[in-house]
Nanobody
Framework: QVQLIESGGRLVQAGDSLTLSCRAS??????YAWFRRTPGLDREFVSS????????YFADSVKGRFTISGDNAKKMVWLQMNSLKPEDTGVYYC????????????????????WGQGTQVTVSS
């Protein structure tokens, strides 16, 4: 049984940094991703990375501020978030896909097979 467990979300101030972690188990994954659901908006793509780290993508809203990294042997992925803004507030979800996804598929939630329960990130102004 596949299980994704996110951690690291908390209340921070604007300008702070925060790292989210996701531990996957029970399957083989080719793509790992982070999505978020912000207040009043639907779920949106944040970032993704391939199992070998060769391919990664970022939403325009986070480019230059967020980085993604992974360790496929440990089935873990991290989202390093810098220069956080109040609009980054939301529930962040880890997702995995058995397929090696490239854009535009990698940015679409429908291509992912498994999802975590989410971790809350709140950025105060």
């Amino acid at each position: 049984q596949v299980q994704l467990i996110e951690s690291g979300g908390r209340l921070v101030q604007a300008g702070d940094s925060l790292t989210l972690s996701c531990r996957a188990s029970g399957g083989t994954f080719s793509t790992y991703a982070w999505f978020r659901r912000t207040p009043g908006l639907d779920r949106e793509f944040v970032s993704s990375i391939s199992w070998n780290g060769e391919t990664s993508y970022f939403a325009d809203s986070v480019k230059g501020r967020f980085t993604i990294s992974g360790d496929n042997a440990k089935k873990m992925v991290w989202l390093q978030m810098n220069s956080l803004k109040p609009e980054d507030t939301g529930v962040y979800y880890c997702a995995t896909a058995r397929e090696y996804l490239m854009v535009p598929d990698a940015t679409a939630g429908g291509w992912y097979d498994e999802w975590g329960q989410g971790t809350q990130v709140t950025v105060s102004s």
